[in-house]
Protein backbone atom coordinates (compact mmCIF):
# COMPACT_ATOMS: atom_id res chain seq x y z
CA UNK A 1 0.00 0.00 0.00
CA UNK A 2 1.02 3.17 -0.48
CA UNK A 3 1.75 5.80 2.42
CA UNK A 4 0.26 9.02 1.46
CA UNK A 5 2.21 12.28 1.42
CA UNK A 6 0.89 13.62 5.02
CA UNK A 7 1.78 10.24 7.17
CA UNK A 8 5.76 11.11 8.21
CA UNK A 9 5.99 9.80 11.79
CA UNK A 10 8.47 7.16 12.17
CA UNK A 11 8.69 6.74 15.48
CA UNK A 12 6.61 6.99 18.53
CA UNK A 13 8.23 10.00 20.10
CA UNK A 14 5.42 12.56 18.81
CA UNK A 15 3.03 9.53 17.50
CA UNK A 16 2.18 6.32 15.99
CA UNK A 17 5.05 4.59 13.71
CA UNK A 18 2.85 4.82 10.67
CA UNK A 19 4.93 2.94 8.12
CA UNK A 20 5.42 0.15 10.01
CA UNK A 21 1.70 0.10 11.07
CA UNK A 22 1.32 -0.25 7.36
CA UNK A 23 3.89 -2.29 6.90
CA UNK A 24 2.12 -4.88 9.15
CA UNK A 25 -1.42 -4.83 8.19
CA UNK A 26 0.03 -5.50 4.38
CA UNK A 27 1.47 -8.95 6.13
CA UNK A 28 -1.44 -9.35 7.92
CA UNK A 29 -3.45 -8.90 4.91
CA UNK A 30 -1.36 -10.92 2.50
CA UNK A 31 -1.81 -14.36 4.78
CA UNK A 32 -5.58 -12.96 4.64
CA UNK A 33 -6.19 -12.87 8.18
CA UNK A 34 -8.59 -10.27 8.73
CA UNK A 35 -9.48 -10.31 12.49
CA UNK A 36 -5.84 -10.04 13.10
CA UNK A 37 -6.09 -6.85 10.74
CA UNK A 38 -9.05 -5.68 12.37
CA UNK A 39 -7.46 -5.72 15.77
CA UNK A 40 -4.36 -4.13 14.47
CA UNK A 41 -6.22 -1.25 13.05
CA UNK A 42 -8.58 -0.34 15.92
CA UNK A 43 -5.61 -0.75 18.54
CA UNK A 44 -3.54 1.63 16.47
CA UNK A 45 -6.29 3.98 16.01
CA UNK A 46 -6.57 4.07 19.91
CA UNK A 47 -2.63 4.71 20.01
CA UNK A 48 -3.15 7.33 17.80
CA UNK A 49 -6.01 9.30 19.95
CA UNK A 50 -4.22 8.80 22.93
CA UNK A 51 -1.33 10.47 21.54
CA UNK A 52 -2.89 13.33 20.40
CA UNK A 53 -1.87 12.54 16.64
CA UNK A 54 -4.80 12.94 14.36
CA UNK A 55 -2.59 12.80 11.60
CA UNK A 56 -1.61 9.41 12.24
CA UNK A 57 -5.12 8.92 13.10
CA UNK A 58 -6.03 9.72 9.90
CA UNK A 59 -3.66 7.30 8.29
CA UNK A 60 -5.45 4.52 10.47
CA UNK A 61 -8.90 5.22 9.76
CA UNK A 62 -7.70 5.72 5.53
CA UNK A 63 -6.93 2.31 5.88
CA UNK A 64 -10.19 1.18 7.61
CA UNK A 65 -11.76 2.54 4.59
CA UNK A 66 -10.95 -0.13 2.43
CA UNK A 67 -10.39 -2.76 4.63
CA UNK A 68 -14.46 -2.72 6.02
CA UNK A 69 -15.54 -1.71 2.22
CA UNK A 70 -13.80 -5.09 1.37
CA UNK A 71 -15.21 -6.79 4.28
CA UNK A 72 -18.51 -5.66 4.32
CA UNK A 73 -19.08 -4.11 7.54
CA UNK A 74 -21.18 -1.22 6.43
CA UNK A 75 -21.47 0.36 10.43
CA UNK A 76 -17.59 0.41 10.90
CA UNK A 77 -17.32 1.59 7.28
CA UNK A 78 -19.17 4.50 7.26
CA UNK A 79 -18.33 5.32 10.91
CA UNK A 80 -14.61 5.65 8.94
CA UNK A 81 -15.82 7.80 6.18
CA UNK A 82 -17.11 10.38 9.09
CA UNK A 83 -13.75 10.22 10.82
CA UNK A 84 -11.65 10.61 7.41
CA UNK A 85 -13.40 13.46 6.92
CA UNK A 86 -13.30 15.25 9.97
CA UNK A 87 -9.74 14.33 10.21
CA UNK A 88 -8.73 15.72 6.73
CA UNK A 89 -10.43 18.97 8.01
CA UNK A 90 -8.90 19.10 11.26
CA UNK A 91 -4.83 17.78 10.20
CA UNK A 92 -5.12 21.06 7.56
CA UNK A 93 -4.43 19.17 4.50
CA UNK A 94 -7.25 20.13 2.80
CA UNK A 95 -6.96 21.50 -0.76
CA UNK A 96 -3.62 18.65 -1.42
CA UNK A 97 -2.91 15.39 -3.09
CA UNK A 98 -3.53 13.57 -0.13
CA UNK A 99 -7.26 15.06 0.78
CA UNK A 100 -8.19 14.14 -2.48
CA UNK A 101 -7.40 10.66 -2.37
CA UNK A 102 -9.09 10.46 1.42
CA UNK A 103 -12.57 11.84 -0.43
CA UNK A 104 -11.92 9.67 -3.18
CA UNK A 105 -11.66 6.16 -0.64
CA UNK A 106 -14.23 7.74 1.12
CA UNK A 107 -16.75 8.21 -1.78
CA UNK A 108 -15.84 4.72 -2.69
CA UNK A 109 -16.39 3.40 0.68
CA UNK A 110 -19.87 5.47 0.25
CA UNK A 111 -21.12 3.93 -2.83
CA UNK A 112 -19.99 0.40 -1.81
CA UNK A 113 -22.84 0.85 0.66
CA UNK A 114 -25.57 2.21 -0.89
CA UNK A 115 -25.24 6.04 -0.55
CA UNK A 116 -24.04 7.35 -4.08
CA UNK A 117 -26.09 10.57 -3.56
CA UNK A 118 -23.77 11.56 -0.70
CA UNK A 119 -20.65 10.16 -2.95
CA UNK A 120 -20.53 12.20 -5.75
CA UNK A 121 -19.57 15.80 -4.30
CA UNK A 122 -16.43 13.85 -2.71
CA UNK A 123 -15.66 12.25 -6.31
CA UNK A 124 -16.07 16.04 -7.31
CA UNK A 125 -13.44 17.39 -4.93
CA UNK A 126 -11.34 15.33 -5.40
CA UNK A 127 -11.33 15.55 -9.20
CA UNK A 128 -11.28 19.56 -8.47
CA UNK A 129 -7.96 18.78 -6.92
CA UNK A 130 -6.43 15.96 -9.59
CA UNK A 131 -7.59 17.89 -12.47
CA UNK A 132 -5.46 21.29 -11.21
CA UNK A 133 -2.50 19.16 -9.42
CA UNK A 134 -1.95 16.08 -11.74
CA UNK A 135 -1.08 15.25 -15.19
CA UNK A 136 -4.37 14.09 -17.66
CA UNK A 137 -2.52 11.16 -17.85
CA UNK A 138 -1.49 9.60 -14.03
CA UNK A 139 -2.37 6.46 -13.25
CA UNK A 140 -4.20 8.29 -10.21
CA UNK A 141 -7.05 9.50 -12.64
CA UNK A 142 -7.78 5.70 -13.76
CA UNK A 143 -8.45 4.53 -10.73
CA UNK A 144 -10.60 8.12 -9.85
CA UNK A 145 -12.08 7.87 -13.41
CA UNK A 146 -13.36 3.84 -13.09
CA UNK A 147 -14.79 4.54 -9.68
CA UNK A 148 -16.46 7.79 -10.52
CA UNK A 149 -18.13 6.16 -13.62
CA UNK A 150 -19.93 3.74 -11.53
CA UNK A 151 -21.20 6.25 -8.97
CA UNK A 152 -22.15 8.46 -12.10
CA UNK A 153 -24.21 5.42 -13.55
CA UNK A 154 -25.88 4.21 -10.21
CA UNK A 155 -27.83 8.03 -10.27
CA UNK A 156 -28.43 7.48 -14.26
CA UNK A 157 -25.52 9.92 -15.42
CA UNK A 158 -24.93 6.93 -18.14
CA UNK A 159 -23.41 9.48 -21.32
CA UNK A 160 -20.88 10.52 -18.16
CA UNK A 161 -19.95 7.46 -17.18
CA UNK A 162 -19.38 5.88 -20.47
CA UNK A 163 -16.79 8.90 -20.98
CA UNK A 164 -14.96 8.75 -17.19
CA UNK A 165 -15.24 4.88 -18.56
CA UNK A 166 -13.22 5.48 -21.80
CA UNK A 167 -10.83 7.92 -19.69
CA UNK A 168 -10.06 5.26 -17.28
CA UNK A 169 -9.31 2.91 -20.53
CA UNK A 170 -7.60 5.53 -22.13
CA UNK A 171 -5.35 6.38 -19.62
CA UNK A 172 -4.38 2.70 -18.09
CA UNK A 173 -3.18 1.32 -21.58
CA UNK A 174 -0.59 3.74 -21.47
CA UNK A 175 0.46 3.04 -18.19
CA UNK A 176 3.10 0.44 -17.12
CA UNK A 177 1.20 -2.56 -16.22
CA UNK A 178 -2.25 -1.37 -16.52
CA UNK A 179 -3.48 -3.88 -18.59
CA UNK A 180 -6.19 -5.95 -16.65
CA UNK A 181 -7.24 -2.72 -15.43
CA UNK A 182 -8.45 -1.20 -17.90
CA UNK A 183 -9.69 -4.80 -18.46
CA UNK A 184 -12.33 -4.44 -15.51
CA UNK A 185 -12.78 -1.05 -16.60
CA UNK A 186 -14.31 -2.79 -20.01
CA UNK A 187 -16.27 -5.07 -17.93
CA UNK A 188 -18.09 -2.43 -16.48
CA UNK A 189 -18.72 -0.46 -19.35
CA UNK A 190 -20.34 -3.46 -20.75
CA UNK A 191 -22.61 -3.50 -17.66
CA UNK A 192 -23.61 0.17 -18.18
CA UNK A 193 -24.17 -0.61 -21.79
CA UNK A 194 -26.26 -3.19 -20.81
CA UNK A 195 -28.56 -0.84 -19.14
CA UNK A 196 -28.66 1.90 -21.88
CA UNK A 197 -31.74 1.64 -24.32
CA UNK A 198 -29.72 3.05 -26.96
CA UNK A 199 -26.98 0.20 -27.25
CA UNK A 200 -26.99 -2.71 -28.78
CA UNK A 201 -25.48 -6.70 -28.08
CA UNK A 202 -22.68 -5.77 -30.40
CA UNK A 203 -21.41 -2.88 -28.00
CA UNK A 204 -21.56 -5.33 -24.91
CA UNK A 205 -19.85 -7.89 -26.85
CA UNK A 206 -17.02 -5.65 -28.17
CA UNK A 207 -16.17 -4.37 -24.23
CA UNK A 208 -16.16 -8.16 -23.57
CA UNK A 209 -13.82 -9.03 -26.11
CA UNK A 210 -11.37 -6.29 -25.64
CA UNK A 211 -11.20 -7.02 -22.15
CA UNK A 212 -10.46 -10.93 -22.78
CA UNK A 213 -7.73 -9.38 -25.56
CA UNK A 214 -6.24 -7.72 -22.49
CA UNK A 215 -5.94 -10.27 -19.94
CA UNK A 216 -4.39 -12.39 -22.85
CA UNK A 217 -2.08 -9.93 -24.28
CA UNK A 218 1.42 -11.06 -24.29
CA UNK A 219 2.44 -8.00 -23.22
CA UNK A 220 0.38 -7.73 -19.90
CA UNK A 221 2.74 -8.93 -16.62
CA UNK A 222 1.25 -11.93 -15.06
CA UNK A 223 2.10 -10.62 -11.82
CA UNK A 224 0.06 -10.59 -8.09
CA UNK A 225 -2.56 -7.96 -9.69
CA UNK A 226 -2.99 -9.26 -12.62
CA UNK A 227 -3.97 -12.66 -11.22
CA UNK A 228 -6.24 -10.35 -8.55
CA UNK A 229 -8.02 -8.65 -11.15
CA UNK A 230 -8.43 -11.54 -13.17
CA UNK A 231 -9.95 -13.22 -9.99
CA UNK A 232 -12.61 -10.56 -10.51
CA UNK A 233 -13.64 -10.85 -13.82
CA UNK A 234 -14.26 -14.18 -14.80
CA UNK A 235 -17.50 -14.51 -13.54
CA UNK A 236 -18.53 -12.45 -15.23
CA UNK A 237 -16.97 -13.71 -18.36
CA UNK A 238 -19.12 -17.08 -17.25
CA UNK A 239 -22.57 -14.53 -16.75
CA UNK A 240 -21.90 -13.10 -20.48
CA UNK A 241 -21.63 -16.52 -21.46
CA UNK A 242 -17.76 -16.38 -22.74
CA UNK A 243 -17.75 -20.09 -20.96
CA UNK A 244 -14.57 -21.24 -22.76
CA UNK A 245 -12.31 -18.12 -22.05
CA UNK A 246 -13.75 -18.37 -18.60
CA UNK A 247 -12.35 -21.96 -18.36
CA UNK A 248 -8.92 -20.86 -19.41
CA UNK A 249 -9.04 -18.06 -17.03
CA UNK A 250 -9.97 -20.30 -13.90
CA UNK A 251 -7.18 -22.98 -14.60
CA UNK A 252 -4.34 -20.25 -15.15
CA UNK A 253 -5.50 -18.85 -11.72
CA UNK A 254 -5.61 -22.34 -10.63
CA UNK A 255 -2.40 -22.95 -11.20
CA UNK A 256 -0.78 -19.47 -10.19
CA UNK A 257 -2.24 -20.40 -6.58
CA UNK A 258 -1.02 -23.73 -6.48
CA UNK A 259 2.51 -22.04 -7.44
CA UNK A 260 2.09 -19.66 -4.38
Given at each position: MN????????????GIPVARVIDTLDRLLSRNDKEGAERHLRYWREEAVRLGDKRGELSVVDEMLGFFRRTGNKESALEAVRAALTLTEETGIEGGLSAATIRLNAATTLKAFGKTEEALPLYEAALNVYT???????????GF??????ALSDTGRKEEAEEAFFNAIFIMKKTENGLPNAAISYLNLATLYESMDDRDESDIYTCLNEAVLLFKDPETERDEKYYDALSKCISSFR????NEDAAEFEAELKEFYERT
Open positions: IPEYCCNTGRQNGTLNENDPIFAWNNYALSYGL
